[in-house]
T-cell receptor
């Protein structure tokens, strides 16, 4: 398996533009997570899905952020309109089961998308 | 709420042992984890420990868990330049989410 695939790897956009980040999880994994990493706030969980259904979006910062998972092999994280404070590295991760429930259930991370909003 | 704390930076010489420390708050965590992040890459699971254990050894890695003090440590023996990375401590909480620390940057000097 190629692992978790994210695109684009780098995105530079101007304030006010729409940004769409994409993720392909590992085949067979039923959980998909979106994280954001910044120097100030560290690694934050934004939202996660189980079998394509959003389970917990309490980490989504505001209505400008939305995430979808139309099928088991694809998810998007959209920011509209983007702001400079959204600049961060966004990671997608997938797992077969939830961490610590029954088993340790490793989360496999993609390489991340570095977003810069000017 | 849940919180995981780590020191931000550690510098060691090649061949020395490295010890990275972490404290967590949720006493009901079933598993605790160490993830490694190399430059420009995502996080990768390095090792984990079940909460009813107090030690786990895996080649050059030793994990120590003190449940009473909610303290977790990662010891890397014979540290190599390839071990230079950011190391994240994480706890699993009852919802199955992972709570990550801020990460400790390990610098290994030749």
């Amino acid at each position: 398996d190629a692992g978790v695939i994210q695109s684009p790897r780098h995105e530079v956009t101007e304030m006010g533009q729409e940004v769409t980040l994409r993720c392909k999880p590992i085949s067979g994994h039923d959980y998909l997570f979106w994280y954001r990493q910044t120097m100030m706030r560290g690694l934050e969980l934004l939202i996660y899905f189980n079998n394509n259904v959003p389970i917990d979006d309490s980490g989504m910062p505001e209505d400008r952020f939305s995430a979808k998972m139309p099928n088991a092999s694809f998810s998007t994280l959209k920011i509209q309109p983007s702001e400079p404070r959204d600049s961060a590295v966004y990671f997608c991760a997938s797992s077969a089961g939830l961490a610590g429930i029954i088993s340790y259930n490793e989360q496999f991370f993609g390489p991340g998308t570095r977003l810069t909003v000017l | 709420g849940e919180d995981v704390e780590q020191s931000l930076f550690l510098s060691v010489r090649e061949g020395d042992s490295s010890v990275i420390n972490c404290t967590y708050t949720d006493s009901s965590s079933t598993y605790l984890y160490w993830y490694k992040q190399e430059p420009g890459a995502g996080l990768q699971l390095l090792t984990y420990i079940f909460s009813n254990m107090d030690m786990k050894q895996d080649q050059r890695l030793t994990v120590l868990l003190n449940k009473k003090d909610k303290h977790l440590s990662l010891r890397i023996a014979d540290t190599q330049t390839g071990d230079s990375a950011i190391y994240f401590c994480a706890e699993s909480i009852d919802t199955g989410k992972l709570i990550f620390g801020q990460g400790t940057t390990l610098q290994v000097k030749p």
